[in-house]
């Protein structure tokens, strides 16, 4: 059995997952340059969770990708 048989995902699924959690944190960042109190503005209550929402979809669809 070689090496490429044991592991789960492909070198496409691991390059995808990365570049996701690139994008979750660049929406988490996002949030945090609202200058709003508590975080209310556009930044912090928009635009940064649909970032993180697309990350999470990035991921969903690395996962599910087939090698």
């Known amino acids: 059995m070689s090496n490429k048989e044991k592991l ?3 070198k496409t699924n691991y390059t995808i997952m990365l570049v996701g959690i690139a994008i979750i944190l660049a929406g988490f960042f996002i949030m945090s340059l609202d200058k709003e109190e508590f975080g209310f503005g556009f930044l912090g209550l ?3 969770p ?3 929402l697309l990350g999470f979809g ?3 669809f690395a996962i599910l ?3």
Do not use: A, D, Q
Request: no cysteine; charged share 20%; aromatic share 14%.
């Open 8 to 10: 789960p995902f492909g």
């Open 58 to 60: 990035i991921e969903f």
């Open 46 to 48: 928009t635009l940064g």
């Open 65 to 67: 990708k087939k090698s």
């Open 50 to 52: 649909i970032i993180v």
